[in-house]
């Protein structure tokens, strides 16, 4: 063998073992390509609760709500919530602690126990289902622990607990006394001693009339629990009393000149303002404060906003805010005499018209019908989404968009403007509308133009960055589905019909998605009758329709939605209603256009069936999705590699390339003769 022929045999070997070392770990990408959904909102909360009650436990700087109920049935749910992380926790609740329809908590905190009382069933049975149980909460160990005292009071609900810090007595008065088909409104007292398990029948010389839903507080600098309201026999009372355990003696404080008759009332003592904190369901949904040195209420001008008709209430000394809770979170500052709904608001539904990310706000911005006006909603509500705090902010611009369902949406980025155009109008006048929404300024602005697409919903609209072109498609229904494409210029505020050579079918209900890195618009799916399943690329340049993905992808649907993820360089494809044989779908499709291939990816996290409105955040890298209330996602895409066999051919390629350059060097490097002084030259025969 000659030197040649044994060099380039080495060289082939290298290549060839190169090659099939890359080989080895050139297995297909889709194996290895696992997408990750992830629920972006709030934990779970027992918002939507009616009549629990709550105690802030100091110890463990938490505020626990027990109980109430849930439309037709009684929760039996265990809440604690942070301040600071503003945050409910599910704690669960033991077996055999059934729910129950308000009932009553205090904080005993020298034996850090939270003490419950009472409950009934759901109304209309509550009247004969109360009960006398207690039970006592540990935060600390999550543990419930039911107590067996010798003596009880009769069953009950209604009632209000407060715990006298001095005496080390959690004090009990009124309710709602259990008799058949009849609530007997009481005006007992009684005391509960933790560390002896004992119930303790008190017998003031007066007491406050009968009542139950009543407010009531301990003041420690004046050692006296403070009542006040309720219903009584003859409707809401509006006395304020005070109870003084070491006399064991009730005073009427004021008979009058203070809050209304209230008859759902909460009570909580701010330790900050040294004063007693009432909240009502009257006229206005009152919040008052009541001074007990100077025997003086003040009207605290704040509308209490009460979700669901119930409220309760406990002081948070950390935080130095009465916790008011109404199927709402809400907290009152006392010190700047205001008060906030620490809930997030949610995003109205069904009828949303699109959503897009404003790349300048880093924010998605979605419009919807604001419900405030139903059944008959003239007026538009525009959100925005910050998917760093996870919140959803209603915007309130003053000029907006008229309530339109099905429109479309897109993304101006050259002009910062959120495009709108048509959709289903619910009051006249109807016809074709654009506006533009500037989020820096909050402003919709209808921008006329002379010419435009006609009237229409179910449209699908993407933003061209390079052409600087909104691109629409298709659409129903004037008078019947269209084909049409169309190209808007903000700098000219002008519509101008496309008619390409070829077309897609006329459908609605599809989706389409700006594929930069291609400079392609590709559009799939949507409804002419029949579903369709095909895939179409639009050159804006060329003005050119092309059908693509003709080697298979999803199955025919409609109502799904498409983005494009630039950092994966993929569209990215959710949900859609596949039929009547196959209902909805919340698989997740990506396509690739260099490639032409579409893949079902794998994810780690489940979207809801049928998907909803997706845009994708360039500033976090993630797709986000709304699919109704409290249904806000965001999906990471894979990076394992291109879709399907293709990963495996591209690392084939470069195993392939590589192989190659290292032949090469090995042939420049390796030596063609031995030097002078002893080497071998061509010719020397010599051994």
Same mark, same amino acid.
């Given at each position: 063998?000659?030197? @040649?022929?044994?060099?380039?045999?080495?060289?082939?070997?290298?290549?060839?073992?190169?090659?099939? %070392?890359?080989?080895?770990?050139?297995?297909?990408?889709?194996?290895?390509?696992?997408?990750?959904?992830?629920?972006? +909102?709030?934990?779970?909360?027992?918002?939507?609760?009616?009549?629990?009650?709550?105690?802030? +436990? #100091?110890?463990?700087?938490?505020?626990?709500?027990?109980?109430? $109920?849930?439309?037709?049935? &009684?929760?039996?749910?265990?809440?604690?919530?942070?301040?600071?992380?503003?945050?409910?926790?599910?704690?669960?609740?033991?077996?055999?602690?059934?729910?129950?329809?308000?009932?009553?908590?205090?904080?005993? #905190?020298?034996?850090?126990?939270?003490?419950?009382?009472?409950?009934?069933?759901?109304?209309?049975?509550?009247?004969?289902?109360?009960?006398?149980?207690?039970?006592?909460?540990?935060?600390?160990?999550?543990?419930?622990?039911?107590?067996?005292?010798?003596?009880?009071?009769?069953?009950?609900?209604?009632?209000?607990?407060?715990? +006298?810090?001095?005496?080390?007595?959690?004090?009990?008065?009124? *309710?709602?006394?259990? @008799?058949?088909?009849?609530?007997?409104?009481?005006? +007992?007292?009684?005391?509960?001693?933790?560390?002896?398990?004992?119930? &303790?029948?008190?017998?003031?010389?007066?007491?406050?009339?009968?009542?139950?839903?009543?407010?009531?507080?301990?003041?420690?600098?004046? $050692?006296?629990?403070?009542?006040?309201?309720?219903?009584?026999?003859?409707? =809401?009372?509006?006395?304020?009393?005070?109870?003084?355990?070491?006399?064991?003696?009730?005073?009427?404080?004021?008979?009058?000149?203070?809050?209304?008759?209230?008859?759902?009332?909460?009570?909580?003592?701010?330790?900050?303002?040294?004063?007693?904190?009432?909240?009502?369901?009257?006229?206005?949904?009152?919040?008052?404060?009541?001074?007990?040195?100077?025997?003086?209420?003040?009207?605290?001008?704040?509308?209490?906003?009460?979700?669901?008709?119930?409220?309760?209430?406990?002081?948070?000394?950390?935080?130095?805010?009465? @916790?008011?809770?109404?199927?709402?979170?809400?907290?009152?500052?006392?010190? !700047?005499?205001?008060?906030?709904?620490?809930?997030?608001?949610?995003? =109205?539904? =069904?009828?949303?018209?699109?959503?897009?990310?404003?790349?300048?706000?880093?924010?998605?911005?979605?419009?919807?019908?604001?419900?405030?006006?139903?059944?008959?909603?003239?007026?538009?509500?525009?959100?925005?989404?910050? $998917?760093?705090?996870?919140?959803?902010?209603?915007?309130?611009?003053?000029?907006?968009?008229?309530?339109?369902?099905?429109?479309?949406?897109?993304?101006?980025?050259?002009?910062?403007?959120?495009?709108?155009?048509?959709?289903?109008?619910?009051?006249?006048?109807?016809?074709?509308?654009?506006?533009?929404?500037?989020?820096?300024?909050?402003?919709?602005? /209808?921008?006329?133009?002379?010419?435009?697409?006609?009237?229409?919903?179910?449209?699908?609209?993407?933003?061209?960055?390079?052409?600087?072109?909104?691109?629409?498609? *298709?659409?129903?229904?004037?008078?019947?589905?269209?084909?049409?494409?169309?190209?808007?210029?903000?700098?000219?505020?002008?519509?101008? /019909?496309?008619?390409?050579?070829?077309?897609?079918?006329?459908?609605?209900?599809?989706?389409?998605?700006?594929?930069?890195?291609?400079?392609?618009?590709?559009?799939?799916?949507?409804?002419?009758?029949?579903?369709?399943?095909?895939?179409?690329?639009?050159?804006?340049?060329?003005?050119?329709? &092309?059908?693509?993905?003709?080697?298979?992808?999803?199955?025919?649907?409609?109502?799904?939605?498409?983005?494009?993820?630039? !950092?994966?360089?993929?569209?990215?494809?959710?949900?859609?209603?596949?039929?009547?044989?196959?209902?909805?779908?919340?698989?997740?499709? /990506?396509?690739?256009?260099?490639?032409?291939?579409? /893949?079902?990816?794998?994810?780690?996290?489940?979207?809801? %069936?049928?998907?909803?409105?997706?845009?994708?955040?360039?500033?976090?890298? !993630?797709?986000?999705?709304?699919?109704?209330?409290?249904?806000?996602?965001?999906?990471?895409?894979?990076?394992?590699?291109?879709?399907?066999?293709?990963?495996?051919?591209?690392?084939?390629?470069?195993?392939?390339?590589?192989?190659?350059?290292?032949?090469?060097?090995?042939?420049?490097?390796?030596?063609?003769?031995?030097?002078?002084?002893?080497?071998?030259?061509?010719?020397?025969?010599?051994?």
């Amino acid at each position: 063998m000659t030197g @040649v022929t044994a060099r380039w045999t080495t060289c082939v070997g290298i290549a060839v073992s190169m090659v099939l %070392l890359a080989s080895l770990f050139a297995t297909p990408a889709s194996a290895s390509r696992v997408g990750r959904w992830t629920n972006l +909102d709030p934990p779970a909360s027992p918002r939507g609760v009616t009549w629990p009650a709550v105690a802030y +436990d #100091s110890e463990s700087d938490r505020t626990i709500l027990f109980g109430g $109920d849930r439309l037709t049935y &009684t929760a039996n749910g265990t809440w604690a919530y942070s301040f600071v992380d503003n945050q409910w926790q599910d704690m669960s609740t033991p077996w055999g602690l059934w729910g129950r329809h308000n009932p009553a908590l205090a904080y005993d #905190s020298e034996s850090d126990r939270v003490i419950l009382y009472g409950g009934g069933d759901l109304a209309p049975h509550f009247y004969d289902d109360g009960t006398s149980e207690t039970w006592a909460y540990d935060f600390n160990t999550n543990t419930w622990t039911q107590r067996m005292p010798a003596q009880v009071p009769p069953p009950r609900w209604g009632t209000a607990l407060a715990y +006298d810090s001095r005496a080390d007595r959690v004090i009990m008065f009124g *309710g709602c006394v259990s @008799v058949p088909d009849f609530c007997g409104a009481a005006n +007992d007292t009684w005391s509960y001693d933790f560390n002896s398990d004992t119930w &303790t029948r008190l017998t003031p010389a007066v007491s406050p009339p009968i009542r139950y839903r009543h407010g009531m507080a301990y003041d420690p600098p004046s $050692d006296r629990v403070i009542l006040f309201g309720g219903s009584g026999g003859t409707g =809401p009372l509006g006395d304020t009393w005070a109870y003084d355990f070491i006399a064991n003696a009730w005073t009427l404080l004021s008979a009058g000149g203070g809050p209304p008759p209230l008859s759902n009332v909460a009570a909580a003592y701010d330790v900050r303002a040294d004063r007693v904190i009432v909240f009502g369901d009257g006229n206005g949904s009152d919040a008052w404060a009541y001074d007990v040195n100077m025997n003086a209420w003040t009207d605290l001008g704040l509308t209490i906003p009460l979700a669901l008709g119930a409220l309760t209430a406990a002081y948070d000394d950390r935080a130095d805010r009465t @916790v008011v809770f109404t199927g709402d979170t809400l907290a009152l500052d006392s010190a !700047r005499n205001s008060i906030v709904n620490r809930d997030p608001p949610q995003i =109205p539904y =069904p009828f949303t018209s699109g959503i897009a990310y404003d790349v300048s706000a880093d924010r998605v911005i979605a419009l919807t019908t604001d419900h405030g006006s139903w059944p008959q909603p003239v007026l538009s509500a525009t959100w925005s989404f910050d $998917d760093v705090r996870d919140r959803w902010v209603n915007r309130r611009p003053a000029v907006a968009p008229p309530a339109v369902a099905s429109a479309a949406l897109a993304y101006d980025s050259r002009h910062a403007r959120t495009i709108l155009f048509g959709g289903y109008l619910f009051a006249p006048p109807y016809r074709p509308q654009t506006w533009a929404y500037d989020h820096a300024a909050n402003l919709w602005t /209808e921008l006329a133009p002379t010419t435009s697409p006609s009237l229409r919903s179910d449209h699908v609209m993407a933003y061209d960055s390079r052409s600087d072109k909104v691109i629409l498609f *298709g659409g129903c229904c004037a008078p019947a589905l269209m084909a049409d494409t169309w190209a808007y210029d903000f700098t000219t505020n002008r519509w101008a /019909e496309m008619t390409p050579a070829v077309s897609p079918p006329a459908r609605e209900h599809s989706a389409m998605a700006y594929d930069f890195q291609s400079d392609r618009v590709i559009l799939f799916g949507g409804s002419s009758g029949p579903l369709l399943g095909d895939t179409w690329a639009y050159d804006y340049g060329a003005n050119r329709w &092309t059908q693509v993905g003709l080697s298979g992808g999803p199955a025919a649907r409609q109502g799904h939605s498409m983005v494009y993820d630039d !950092r994966a360089d993929r569209i990215v494809l959710l949900g859609g209603y596949l039929g009547y044989a196959m209902g909805y779908d919340n698989r997740t499709w /990506e396509y690739d256009f260099n490639s032409d291939l579409w /893949e079902n990816v794998t994810t780690i996290g489940t979207p809801p %069936l049928g998907g909803g409105q997706m845009a994708y955040d360039s500033a976090s890298s !993630r797709v986000i999705l709304w699919a109704g209330p409290s249904e806000t996602w965001a999906y990471a895409s894979p990076t394992g590699g291109p879709p399907g066999q293709l990963g495996a051919f591209v690392l084939l390629v470069g195993a392939v390339v590589i192989a190659v350059i290292a032949a090469s060097v090995f042939l420049l490097v390796y030596p063609r003769g031995r030097k002078r002084g002893g080497s071998l030259k061509k010719g020397d025969s010599s051994k």
